[in-house]
């Protein structure tokens, strides 16, 4: 079973800083098969980006992703007074078929 | 646009089975290409996928819960169902139904219900 651990656990920033999330797996992980939700208190989460850089339908262009193996990124250019919330990223694997989570990191307000 | 809403008991005793049902508007759940999830958060807490499903009737599951899931499907009714058997306190969460995008080139819940926060409790 893969392992996704997050850091870090909580990001404390200022709006119009840059946010830089880790999520790293305990061993390589398909980057078509990792992706990143952020969610905020009370809502449910909401799909970020896929394939490990795609952004989903309605993301804007602040958020963007990268890496590949056990090591990913999500990275949030410059922080709009919306986007203080938690960041989950998750992986798919086929062998077997099963989704796993990381535990989250939680950006909030310098 | 898609829309997933989930319904069901608010309040489930334990050791029996929890029941939701998440009904799917605006689309159709026998498209190709995608599953049909279920994806769990305790209070306080992260997320657990439960299990998904195919519109064919194709499941996978949690391998932590397998023993005790059972996820459908009604096509007639575009609705999909969890069945979480012998529940205990630690089966209270929030549980969200969605919509899993299932290609060779990616697999994530791109559109999610809102939830329904169920608790387990005498």
């Known amino acids: 079973e893969i392992v996704l651990t997050q850091s870090p656990g909580t990001l404390s920033l200022s709006p119009g800083e840059r946010a830089t999330l880790s999520c790293r797996a305990s061993?390589?992980?398909?980057?078509?098969?990792l992706a990143w939700y952020q969610q905020k208190p009370g809502q449910a989460p909401r799909l970020l980006i896929y394939?490990?850089?795609s952004r989903a339908t309605g993301i804007p262009d602040r958020f963007s992703g990268s890496g590949s193996g056990t090591d990913f990124t999500l990275t949030i250019s410059r922080l709009e007074p919306e986007d203080f919330a938690v960041y989950y990223c998750q992986q798919y694997g086929s062998s077997p078929y099963s989704f796993t989570f990381g535990p989250g990191t939680k950006v909030d307000i310098k | 646009q898609l829309q997933l809403q989930e319904s069901g008991p608010g309040l489930v005793k334990p050791s029996e089975t929890l029941s939701l049902t998440c009904t799917v508007s605006?689309?159709?759940?026998?498209?190709?290409?995608?599953?049909w999830g279920w994806i769990r958060q305790p209070p306080g807490k992260g997320l657990e996928w439960i299990g998904s499903?195919?519109?064919?009737?194709?499941?996978y599951y949690n391998p932590s819960l397998k023993s005790r899931v059972t996820i459908s499907v009604d096509t007639s009714k575009n609705q999909f169902s969890l069945k979480l058997s012998s529940v205990t306190a630690a089966d209270t969460a929030v549980y969200y139904c969605?919509?899993?995008?299932?290609?060779?080139?990616?697999?994530?819940?791109?559109?999610w219900g809102q939830g329904t926060m169920v608790t387990v409790s005498s």
């Open positions: 499903i195919y519109y064919s009737g194709s499941t």
């Open positions: 969605a919509r899993e995008m299932a290609t060779i080139e990616r697999h994530a819940f791109d559109i």
């Open positions: 605006g689309g159709s759940i026998s498209s190709s290409s995608y599953y």
């Open positions: 394939g490990a850089s």
């Open positions: 061993q390589s992980v398909s980057s078509s098969y």
